[in-house]
Structures are given as structure tokens and as C-alpha cells.
């Protein structure tokens, strides 16, 4: 990430990030928050503990649009006293002839109303506070570096309402109750981390509880009406854990951790530190587990628990050492799940899109600060999938294990985890660095035939090509070859598809109603049964497919579904009612109630996902009229980018009608 400074006031000090980390070392924080949903501010009371490496006359701290009150410092275990100090816009300076070797305590109150990386979601009856640090700075809400190397202990507490539930990072060692209905939480850290890791939630949750095979503790949250959600969207949490404690080689660093889905999340989940916070559309039923699960979230932001957050990139440069080790480590907790054929498909899908992008001409270096997601995701686990090819599985287990030994708790580059591989490996592996990381190509011929080599599938799934060698591809979807592989004919050549391929499994089935959407009249009553499958992805296909090939059974194909709402999303619901809307003569006297549901859909008490298909399907209909319009303007200053982004879209394309 690229970090932007101003230099302020060089008369007191030139002090940069880099910088003032040789002159201070800041350990611990200790922040009393009270959250004030209704004007969507945090007032805090904060003590932080430091010591001096150098002798200097200032010291800051990051701290954006904050107001601030009652600064004082302590010197050692002396008295409080009053502390000089100014605030710009994005920091506070600390004015002291601060002595090396000498430690301090900082006390300050503030107070701010954060523009960013601290989100307010009033909805009805179930107000939503959270958080996101990372791109985002942690400052905006709590005085902290947005600097990662040096790290901290923080320690938060609030003071909430009983009946809603306060989770920061560490252990809740407090819980008790005040007055007026009014209860105070803590939480501990034990070890330090980077500021961009700090996080909250406050909302209505519960929970449920597991425990590692080494004692981890493992909190599970859900709100308190997905309790059926819970098992599906939580099942291999604990299996994954054990996996990758037992696969890293190195305990878990923390003292739980714990998972929060919240609405209208920017990314997909986000590591903080025994805290991940992921987005609530991956809470899912059973059914929806087989379509889009947690698992690969999951298991990502776990991996990070180690990877970035336990030891952390000093730079962006060194991004990779986070997201691909992330990556990684997920894609071999997921093969431990799903299989091998899940694994080298997924490895073959980062081939496929990393020579995209390089023919495409975007492929950068890995250690270029400003590379693709994909650079940093996939090539990072690429890199770390060669390079376990190459030195073997031992070699490369024990360099993890030493690499994470030597800088837990602290900041490191490239050369420190690949000097610990070639520590043990013995030779030198600058060759390999040039070629597969420093390299702004890909060498996608060579990691292509890495996994030629390592698995019979993929030699299988690149012979079942329908393009180049037609004749026998109806004969692959007759016999026994994998499923991804049957999908991939499927896809090619749909007409392919006979009454016997419908016996096959359920990812098959769902790329039969992906592809088939003319549907011959041998194959009705097979189609049909597609409306059964345990996937809200193929119900939705099969349901929007049939109601348009067979125009006389629609009423059928409609009471069949009626009481399907699909994903989080509710995907299968909004088709229902869109072709219920379209279908006259089927449940006539409903119709004005449907069509103020599918309206109703735009307003702000749903999610992001939710919105936006309602906008679309009545931009569809030509029906986004007042209510749907001015439920769009509202939507253009959504916290969610993705959101904003639609919605601008959608009213510029309406205007222009
Ligand atoms: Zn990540």
C-alpha cells in the first residue's frame, strides 16, 4: 500500500513513519471507548505506554480529525502532568524532552466522528457498529500508527447497553454490570500487533463455542435469528484450525479467535488480529453451503492469524508474504476438505488468469508495491507452491516454522523468509527469486507443467477439450471422468447433454443448468428435477429456464418454488417474483403486494446484494419509479463503494431515458 505523509511543522522535528520507530517504541494501549450511535461518533479515554530508544523533543501519533482534551504525560511512576501538545489534521504531537531509556505513560481524551474504517449501520432494531483497518486506517477511529512496524498491545473496553454484544480483539476478561441497564466490557491483548489489526463490533449477536484440539478457544457469532445458518456456514472452522496448527508447525499465536459476520462488509473478511470480521452474505444454510461457503474466506483469514498478522510485511513490497502465504495455506486447508482435484483445479484457475493479465500486458513483479490482487494472491501462492516443489516438503516446512519463529511479534521482507529456506535447503535460491518473484513475467509454461506432473487430473481435464478433439467428447460425458472436467464439456458443447448425464453429481447438474437453457422436450421431466437440487444456484437457473421453454407450466414451476428464498442475496425469491409479475394469470389478486416487496428490497434496511438485484430486476421492468428512485439518490452515499458505484451508474442510465 502506498502510504501518503505530509511533513509538518520541521522545526520541531522532521519525524517520518520510518523514522520516529528508532526513536520510540510505543507498547501498550489501553482505550475506554463509549460508541454514540445516534450522531455515529466514538468518545475515548486512552493511556498509551511507551518507551524512549532516543532522546527527542516530540513524539506523534496518527489520529484523524480527532478532538482532544485533558493530554498529560507521566514519566516513569512519577506524577501526571499536564502535556504540550498540537493537533493537525491527521496527527497529534507530543512536545516533551522525552529521555532515552526512559518509559512514559500518555493519557489523552478524544473524541471524532470517523469518515472512514469505522462504520455506523443504523437499521431498525439492530444497529450495527464495525470496523476495518487495513486500507483504511485504524486512526480515523482510535489515536494509533498507521505505521506497521511498530507494534502494540491494545487493550479495549466500553461501556454498551445490555442486549448487545461488544467484541474487540484478545480476551473478554471483563463483563459487568453498571446501572440503567448499562454493562462494561474489556478485552486484553497478551502480544503486540499493528495498528491496522485493531477492530470492533457492536451489535446483537450469539455465539457459539468450540475448542481447538491444542485449547484454542473458538467463538463462532451469528445473529440471533440465523441459527440454523450457523452449523453449515461454521462447519470445518474447527477442522481447518487444527489442520493449519498442525500443518504451519507453529501454535496458533493468540489467545481464541473469533468470527463476526456483519452487514454491508467492503471485503470479502478481513484478519484482525483473533477478530476476522467477514461479510454476511457467506453466512449460509445447508443448501447454500454447496453453492458459495465460508470455507476459503475462512481459511484465508485464519492463515493470516500467522501470516500478517503473528509476522508482518515491512512494506508494501513485501505484500506478498502476506496475501500469498494466506492463499496458500487456505488452498491446502481446502484441499484437506475438498479434495485434491479441488486443489490443483484452483491452482490451474491462478495459472489461467496470471497469463491473462501478463498477455494483457498488466503482470508486474511479485515485489511491486502497486501490483493486482491477483499478483499478490495467486502468484504469491504460486510461488510458495514451486518453491515447496523444489526443496521438498520438509525443507520448506521447517524454514515456515523457523521464519516464524525468528520474527513473531515483528516486521520482515522477502530476503528474511527466503534466507531461512536456504538455511536449511543449503544452497541458494537467487536463481529462483529472479525467475519466480523479482520476474515481471509469469512463467505460466513452467507452472503448467509443475502441475502436469503433479496430478493425473489436470493432464485429464486438459484432454477433455471439446474444441480440439470433438468426436469424443460425448463419450467423456458417459464415462467416468471428474466432474469439473464433465462441467467443462458441458460448457463447451451443451447440446451434448442426454437424459443419463443428468445422474451425476450435483456441481454437473448445476453446469447443466448453467449452459442447457434451450431445453429439448426428452429432456423436460429431467430438467425438472433440477428444482429439487440442494443448490439455490441451480434452482435459480432451472427455475428462470423452464418458466421460459415451456410457457403452459409456468404455474407449475412457480408453485414449486413459491417458498424458496435462496441465498442472503435472496436469489431465488426476487426471480419468483419477477416472473410471478410477468405471469398473469397466475395468483392475480397478489400481484401489487409482490411488487411492493420487490420495491420495498431497494430500501436501506437490506444489503448491498440485496439492493442492487431489486434495482436491477425493476430497471428491467422499467418500474424503478419515486419510491425506487429515491431509495437510489440515498444509495449514492452508502458507505459500500460497491454500492455508490451502482447506484451512480444505474441513475445516470435513467436520466439518460
Ligand atoms: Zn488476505
Not at 442486549?163 to 454493562?183: C, P
Request: proline share 2%.
Amino acid at each position: 500500500m502506498k502510504k501518503i505523509f505530509i511533513v509538518f511543522c520541521v522545526f520541531i522535528m522532521n519525524l517520518s513513519f520510518s523514522q520516529q520507530t528508532k526513536y520510540v517504541d510505543f507498547k501498550r494501549a489501553d482505550g475506554m471507548l463509549s460508541i454514540v450511535l445516534d450522531s455515529s461518533m466514538v468518545k475515548g479515554t486512552v493511556w498509551y505506554n511507551l518507551d524512549m530508544i532516543k532522546s527527542t523533543d516530540s513524539i506523534f501519533l496518527d489520529a484523524v480529525n480527532m478532538t482532544f482534551e485533558n493530554v498529560e504525560i507521566r514519566v516513569g511512576d512519577s506524577n501526571t502532568q499536564k502535556l504540550d501538545y498540537f493537533n493537525t489534521q491527521n496527527k497529534i504531537y507530543f512536545k516533551y524532552p522525552f529521555q532515552k531509556n526512559q518509559t512514559y505513560t500518555i493519557h489523552l481524551d478524544y473524541s471524532v466522528k470517523p469518515k472512514q474504517a469505522m462504520y455506523f449501520l443504523k437499521r431498525e432494531n439492530k444497529p450495527q457498529v464495525w470496523t476495518q483497518g487495513q486500507g483504511k486506517y485504524t486512526s480515523h477511529w482510535f489515536p494509533s500508527l498507521d505505521d506497521t512496524n511498530d507494534k502494540i498491545i491494545f487493550n479495549l473496553s466500553t461501556t454498551k447497553e445490555s442486549g448487545y454484544t461488544f467484541i474487540a480483539n484478545g480476551l473478554n476478561t471483563i463483563n459487568s454490570a453498571l446501572d440503567h441497564n448499562l454493562e462494561k466490557v474489556s478485552y486484553q491483548m497478551k502480544k503486540p500487533m499493528s495498528s491496522y489489526l485493531l477492530a470492533l463490533v457492536y451489535g446483537k449477536y450469539n455465539k457459539k463455542t468450540e475448542t481447538s484440539k491444542s485449547g484454542v478457544p473458538l467463538e463462532f457469532y451469528y445473529y440471533p435469528e440465523d441459527s440454523l445458518k450457523v452449523e453449515p456456514t461454521y462447519r470445518y472452522s474447527k477442522r481447518m484450525f487444527d489442520f493449519l496448527e498442525d500443518d504451519i508447525g507453529f501454535a496458533y499465536p493468540w489467545q481464541n479467535y473469533k468470527q463476526v459476520p456483519v452487514h454491508d462488509f467492503l471485503y470479502a473478511g478481513m484478519e484482525n488480529t483473533s477478530l476476522t470480521i467477514f461479510s454476511d452474505a457467506f453466512m449460509v444454510d445447508n443448501i447454500g453451503f454447496n453453492d458459495k461457503n465460508y470455507v476459503s474466506v475462512n481459511a484465508h483469514e485464519l492463515a493470516h492469524q500467522w501470516f500478517g498478522n503473528l509476522v508482518t510485511a515491512k512494506s508494501g513490497e513485501h505484500h506478498w508474504l502476506q496475501e500469498g502465504f494466506a492463499t496458500y495455506y487456505s488452498l491446502l486447508a481446502e484441499r484437506d476438505i475438498f479434495g485434491d482435484n479441488y486443489f490443483y483445479h484452483k491452482l490451474l484457475e491462478s495459472v489461467l488468469d496470471l497469463s491473462q493479465q501478463d498477455l494483457s500486458g498488466n503482470g508486474t513483479s511479485l515485489l511491486d508495491p502497486k501490483s493486482s490482487s491477483l499478483t499478490f494472491y495467486q502468484r504469491g501462492a504460486w510461488v510458495l507452491h514451486v518453491l515447496k516443489d523444489k526443496v521438498g516438503d520438509v525443507v520448506f516446512k521447517q524454514a515456515v516454522k523457523n521464519y516464524l519463529k525468528k520474527y513473531q511479534y515483528s516486521n520482515v521482507e522477502t530476503s528474511d523468509f527466503i534466507n531461512e529456506v536456504e538455511n536449511i535447503y543449503g544452497k541458494s535460491l537467487s536463481g529462483f527469486v529472479n525467475y519466480w518473484i523479482k520476474n515481471k513475467a509469469f512463467p505460466y509454461d513452467e507452472a503448467y507443467t509443475i502441475l502436469k506432473r503433479q496430478s493425473t487430473f489436470i493432464n485429464e481435464y486438459e484432454m477433455v477439450d471439446c474444441e480440439v478433439n470433438s468426436s469424443k467428447c460425448a463419450e467423456y460425458l458417459k464415462y467416468y471422468v471428474s466432474d469439473e472436467a464433465k462441467a467443462k464439456v458441458i460448457s463447451q458443447m451443451p447440446e451434448l447433454v442426454t437424459t443419463e448425464v443428468f445422474n451425476n453429481s450435483l456441481k454437473v447438474r448445476q453446469a447443466i443448468s448453467e449452459h442447457v437453457t434451450k431445453i429439448p422436450e426428452n429432456l423436460k421431466s429431467d430438467y425438472e428435477s433440477l428444482l429439487d437440487d440442494k443448490s439455490y444456484t441451480t434452482i435459480e437457473n432451472a427455475l428462470y429456464n423452464l418458466w421460459v421453454n415451456f410457457p403452459l407450466e409456468r404455474s407449475k414451476y412457480l408453485s414449486k418454488t413459491r417458498k424458496t428464498i435462496g441465498f442472503t442475496d435472496k436469489n431465488v425469491r426476487m426471480l419468483w417474483i419477477v416472473l410471478n409479475l410477468n405471469t398473469p394469470y397466475y395468483d392475480a389478486d397478489n400481484k401489487q403486494v409482490l411488487f411492493d416487496e420487490l420495491k420495498e428490497y431497494t430500501s436501506e434496511k437490506y444489503n448491498t446484494d440485496v439492493r442492487i438485484k431489486a434495482f436491477n430486476y425493476l430497471d428491467l421492468m422499467k418500474s424503478c419509479t419515486e419510491e425506487c428512485q429515491s431509495n437510489l439518490e440515498k444509495a449514492k452515499s452508502h458507505h459500500n463503494w460497491r454500492m455508490v458505484k451502482f447506484a451512480k451508474q444505474l441513475s445516470e442510465k435513467l436520466q439518460q431515458k
